[in-house]
């Protein structure tokens, strides 16, 4: 059921020493009580977290290594919920990374809001992801008897830009519709 975690995903694309929000899911937006789209991701947080954050996304990018930051996000009447955002870079085709898919989690629940927006996210620290593996193997055999194929040492997600394609070349009906009647089944 991954569509009900399509929500809580974030896209920025860096600009300058911040990252300016492309696309917000509903649940995010939601949050806050505003369009995030076009926001810069500092402007989320305290005054005091921007410069770790802007250190986060700049590590995500350069070292093209997923992190992941704790916070608090907080009310204007001091209601708080834990929430872990998961920062994955985005390969372009040179295969540097220049935008990052962020995902939110809250810890608890959304009802410890009260309903009220989301002032901004209190930074409480940040890791790199995936270190709860470490000294764990590298292959690991699952119940079934097959093998686990080592984690690359690169990402595998990456940017994918879409270009059209000129008239002659561009799918015909790959996924034809049917008619609604065409798919009643028959007893």
Known sequence: ????????????????????????????????????????????WTRGARISIQAALARTMTLVQPMVIESLAETEEGQHIGVE???LPLLDARGQAT????YFQPLDPIARLWGKPVQ????????????????A????????GKAVSEVPARPNLRLVVSNPLPA????KDLFPVRPR???????
Do not use: Y
Request: charged fraction near 20%; proline fraction near 5%.
């Open 120 to 135: 901004a996210l209190r930074f409480l620290g940040m890791s790199e992801a995936g270190l709860d593996t470490a000294g």
């Open 1 to 44: 059921m991954f569509s009900r975690h399509l929500s809580q995903i974030v896209l920025f694309e860096k600009s300058g020493p911040d990252a300016k929000i492309r696309l917000a899911g509903t649940a995010m937006c939601n949050w806050f009580e505003r369009e995030l789209k076009g926001c810069e991701f500092g402007s989320l």
């Open 137 to 144: 193997p590298a292959t690991q055999t699952p119940a079934r």
């Open 168 to 171: 002659a070349a561009a799918p």
């Open 99 to 102: 935008m990052v898919l962020g």
């Open 181 to 187: 009647a065409a798919l009643d089944l028959v007893d």
């Open 85 to 87: 955002i998961l920062l």
